[in-house]
């Protein structure tokens, strides 16, 4: 109490009166990391890890549904919290006379882990830190669909200072693009960019070059929580060398498995949103050693993140929400007033968050949206089916156990039933999921395929907890002295980097093709930035171009560029200006005729023009002349670039 009480006073305090000027730039980022992680929120660091991510990535969106007429006190919000939390936790430590030693995280090498996943991940994600120039940005953006949607919420949060839903409407009149989509991830990218280069946004140049770092960033912070998740658990802490291997494996499958498609693809909430998800279990598994306060808060935060992220991702928490809730329900009433009241403020705050989530997907119709057609890279859905069915022996040697009273019992049998019934729940949805749109549609399309990537994801890293809690304490029997295990697991880890694929492109050009599918994402990456440092192609000069451009009143760009769709030229064209509005998106189906060829450029044009009053055509410059003759009536809504 006296830590709360103090941490709402110095956070008030900073977050309304003292400025965050000077308080920029990537040190200023690391330095409130380190100062998050200083806050004792657990004994073990890889736990503090945990606690850090979901939290900071459960309050974010959150904020960003305030409208603040100061820009800068978002980030002073950012920064209060932290620091009165850390000064509130020293004031009662002062105090109550605790030990300092308590302070401190115990350490333990198996917290290495989750450092030395975070140092591996910025390798495999080192080209969206490493680009220096426009060009080099725009030639990773254009690469996946996806970017240019998740670039324009990032960017508006930026330019206007709060969701898009609660936007007035736009000079066209109509709404913003995206409002119906909630923006977990890219509130924490704005609230990261807010740290690092201030509140305002800064030009497309500076814009685009950050997002895409920022990107990686969320890459680098999901693949750190999922392991710090999975090292939390407290069977594979008594062994951190025999759990090397499961640790590797779960680092392994985000980094250059299945979980590095949503970062390559374009979609970075979708991978913080399953990381969370698995972060759940850890909550889960570490219910019975942990203060019923700390994990009311994580589980609020846990169940908003999701939400705000990729809200079909919550009925993946289905199992392990159920667990949490009805572990606490069974003590709740013996619950001190102070406990009770936490989980009263966090199941408001849960239901607030997802309701908020919920809310600007109301006008969508379920079925269409489900039904949308698409694709993603698809992971190796043999290996999905291999770990489904590892945690469904798992699973059945758990149930046979305690049916002849020889497994674990009470918590510990619920917590592990938890985490493989979530995995195998996941599963079976994902098949349920896949018959319902084959029954509908007659094929598979784009919601399927990732869900089903969730559903494997969330296996991989369950399957890994479970298989350790049952294998670890076995083999530590056997690895009684640490010379006679360091060989066996040293080959068994290094095994583990290889499960979902040849993980390096480096003898691609010698015949020794890469098959991971971070790891193909990453040479397909290297050879683009190569390819554009040596020769820009007129792609991403043109996009460069449109966003350099000076004219005031929206206007879509319409041509044929090899090696650029027509339609993600068109949406970057928007983007870029801020003025991705539902009317302007209303033109996008205009320009299929491009498909056919550059030849149809006039028709694509007339179809737009005709259709979309509000809007004007940027062409190639050489056309201008041409066009504007051969359509006089809209010579004056036609643009040259």
Same mark, same amino acid.
């Given at each position: 109490?006296?830590?709360?009480?103090?941490?709402?006073?110095?956070?008030?305090?900073?977050?309304?009166?003292?400025?965050?000027?000077?308080?920029?730039?990537?040190?200023?980022?690391?330095?409130? %990391?380190?100062?998050?992680?200083?806050?004792?929120?657990?004994?073990?660091?890889?736990?503090?890890?945990?606690?850090?991510?979901?939290?900071?990535?459960?309050?974010?969106?959150?904020?960003?549904?305030?409208?603040?007429?100061?820009?800068?006190?978002?980030?002073?919000?950012?920064?209060?919290?932290?620091?009165?939390?850390?000064?509130?936790?020293?004031?009662?430590?002062?105090?109550?006379?605790?030990?300092?030693?308590?302070?401190?995280?115990?350490?333990? #090498?198996?917290?290495?882990?989750?450092?030395?996943?975070? &140092?591996?991940?910025?390798?495999?994600?080192?080209?969206?830190?490493?680009?220096?120039?426009?060009?080099?940005?725009?030639?990773?953006?254009?690469?996946?669909?996806?970017?240019?949607?998740?670039?324009?919420?990032?960017?508006?949060?930026?330019?206007?200072?709060?969701?898009?839903?609660?936007?007035?409407?736009?000079?066209?009149?109509?709404?913003?693009?995206?409002?119906?989509?909630?923006?977990?991830?890219?509130?924490?990218?704005?609230?990261?960019?807010?740290?690092?280069?201030?509140?305002?946004?800064?030009?497309?140049?500076?814009?685009?070059?950050?997002?895409?770092?920022?990107?990686?960033?969320?890459?680098?912070?999901?693949?750190?929580?999922?392991?710090?998740?999975?090292?939390? #658990?407290?069977?594979?802490?008594?062994?951190?060398?025999?759990?090397?291997?499961?640790?590797?494996?779960?680092?392994?499958?985000?980094?250059?498995?299945?979980?590095?498609?949503?970062?390559?693809?374009?979609?970075?909430?979708?991978?913080?949103?399953?990381?969370?998800?698995?972060?759940?279990?850890?909550?889960?598994?570490? $219910?019975?050693?942990?203060?019923?306060?700390?994990?009311?808060?994580?589980?609020?935060?846990?169940?908003?993140?999701?939400?705000?992220?990729?809200?079909?991702?919550?009925?993946?928490?289905?199992?392990?929400?159920?667990?949490?809730?009805?572990?606490?329900?069974?003590?709740?009433?013996?619950?001190?007033?102070?406990?009770?009241?936490?989980?009263?403020?966090?199941?408001?705050?849960?239901?607030?968050?997802?309701?908020?989530?919920?809310?600007?997907?109301?006008? @969508?119709?379920? %079925?269409?949206?489900?039904?949308?057609?698409? %694709?993603?890279?698809?992971?190796?859905?043999?290996?999905?089916?291999?770990?489904?069915?590892?945690?469904?022996?798992?699973?059945?040697?758990?149930?046979?156990?305690?049916?002849? @009273?020889?497994?674990?019992?009470?918590?510990?049998?619920?917590?592990?039933?938890?985490?493989?019934?979530?995995?195998?729940?996941?599963?079976?949805?994902?098949?349920?999921?896949?018959?319902?749109?084959?029954?509908?549609?007659?094929?598979?399309?784009?919601?399927?395929?990732?869900? %089903?990537?969730?559903?494997?994801?969330?296996?991989?890293?369950?399957?890994?907890?479970?298989?350790?809690?049952?294998?670890?304490?076995?083999?530590?029997?056997?690895?009684?002295?640490?010379?006679?295990?360091?060989?066996?697991?040293?080959?068994?880890?290094?095994?583990?980097?290889?499960?979902?694929?040849?993980?390096?492109?480096?003898?691609?050009?010698?015949?020794? #093709?890469?098959? &991971?599918?971070?790891?193909?994402?990453?040479?397909?990456?290297?050879?683009?930035?190569?390819?554009?440092?040596?020769?820009?192609?007129?792609?991403?000069?043109?996009?460069?171009?449109?966003?350099?451009?000076? /004219?005031?009143?929206?206007?879509?760009?319409?041509?044929?560029?090899?090696?650029?769709?027509?339609?993600?030229?068109?949406?970057?064209?928007?983007?870029? $200006?801020?003025?991705?509005?539902?009317?302007? $998106?209303?033109?996008?189906?205009?320009?299929?005729?491009?498909?056919?060829?550059?030849?149809?450029?006039?028709?694509?044009?007339?179809?737009?023009?005709?259709?979309?009053?509000?809007?004007?055509?940027?062409?190639? $410059?050489?056309?201008?002349? /041409?066009?504007?003759?051969?359509?006089?009536?809209?010579?004056?809504?036609?643009?040259?670039?």
């Amino acid at each position: 109490m006296l830590a709360a009480a103090t941490t709402g006073i110095v956070a008030a305090v900073i977050a309304t009166g003292v400025p965050t000027r000077g308080l920029s730039g990537w040190f200023s980022l690391v330095v409130l %990391g380190l100062l998050g992680l200083a806050i004792p929120s657990s004994r073990h660091l890889s736990r503090r890890i945990v606690n850090v991510i979901v939290v900071i990535s459960g309050l974010t969106p959150l904020l960003w549904w305030i409208h603040m007429t100061n820009p800068s006190l978002r980030t002073g919000i950012i920064w209060g919290i932290v620091v009165g939390a850390l000064i509130g936790c020293i004031v009662e430590w002062v105090v109550l006379g605790r030990p300092w030693r308590n302070f401190l995280p115990d350490w333990n #090498v198996i917290d290495a882990y989750p450092i030395l996943t975070g &140092a591996g991940s910025v390798l495999v994600f080192w080209n969206f830190f490493i680009s220096k120039s426009a060009l080099g940005t725009l030639s990773i953006l254009v690469t996946t669909w996806d970017f240019a949607p998740h670039f324009n919420m990032y960017a508006m949060l930026r330019r206007y200072g709060t969701v898009i839903p609660l936007l007035p409407l736009s000079n066209d009149g109509s709404a913003w693009t995206a409002a119906t989509y909630p923006q977990g991830v890219h509130a924490l990218m704005a609230t990261i960019a807010g740290v690092v280069a201030g509140p305002s946004f800064s030009g497309n140049d500076a814009e685009t070059l950050l997002f895409l770092r920022l990107v990686g960033v969320i890459g680098v912070l999901s693949a750190v929580l999922v392991v710090a998740s999975v090292t939390s #658990v407290p069977a594979l802490r008594h062994q951190p060398l025999v759990s090397l291997p499961l640790a590797v494996l779960v680092a392994s499958a985000w980094l250059v498995g299945p979980g590095s498609i949503p970062v390559f693809n374009g979609f970075p909430n979708f991978a913080l949103g399953v990381a969370v998800c698995v972060a759940l279990l850890s909550v889960m598994r570490l $219910q019975h050693q942990s203060s019923p306060v700390r994990i009311a808060v994580l589980f609020a935060a846990s169940v908003v993140s999701i939400a705000h992220n990729w809200i079909l991702l919550l009925v993946l928490c289905i199992p392990s929400s159920l667990v949490i809730i009805g572990t606490e329900a069974r003590k709740f009433r013996q619950r001190s007033l102070v406990v009770q009241t936490s989980w009263y403020v966090a199941g408001v705050v849960a239901f607030v968050g997802a309701g908020l989530a919920a809310w600007q997907l109301k006008q @969508l119709a379920p %079925g269409a949206v489900l039904t949308t057609p698409g %694709g993603i890279t698809q992971p190796d859905w043999g290996l999905g089916m291999t770990f489904i069915c590892t945690c469904a022996a798992v699973f059945s040697m758990l149930v046979l156990d305690r049916a002849k @009273l020889n497994g674990p019992s009470g918590i510990a049998f619920v917590g592990r039933l938890g985490t493989i019934g979530s995995a195998l729940f996941g599963g079976l949805t994902a098949i349920g999921f896949g018959v319902w749109q084959l029954l509908t549609s007659d094929h598979l399309s784009y919601y399927f395929y990732k869900f %089903g990537l969730a559903a494997l994801m969330l296996a991989i890293a369950a399957a890994a907890i479970a298989c350790g809690e049952i294998l670890v304490p076995r083999i530590s029997k056997w690895a009684s002295s640490g010379r006679r295990t360091i060989m066996p697991l040293a080959f068994v880890s290094l095994g583990a980097v290889s499960v979902f694929g040849w993980p390096t492109p480096a003898l691609n050009q010698e015949g020794l #093709v890469t098959t &991971a599918p971070g790891a193909r994402a990453r040479a397909t990456q290297d050879a683009v930035l190569a390819s554009t440092e040596a020769n820009p192609g007129p792609a991403v000069s043109k996009l460069l171009a449109l966003s350099h451009s000076s /004219e005031k009143s929206p206007f879509i760009y319409v041509g044929y560029v090899e090696g650029l769709d027509p339609m993600l030229a068109a949406q970057w064209s928007l983007t870029l $200006q801020g003025k991705w509005t539902e009317g302007s $998106q209303q033109a996008i189906p205009f320009l299929s005729p491009l498909y056919r060829g550059p030849s149809q450029v006039p028709q694509a044009i007339e179809g737009v023009l005709s259709n979309t009053p509000s809007l004007k055509v940027a062409v190639d $410059q050489y056309l201008v002349p /041409e066009l504007r003759r051969a359509l006089p009536s809209y010579s004056d809504r036609i643009l040259g670039v």
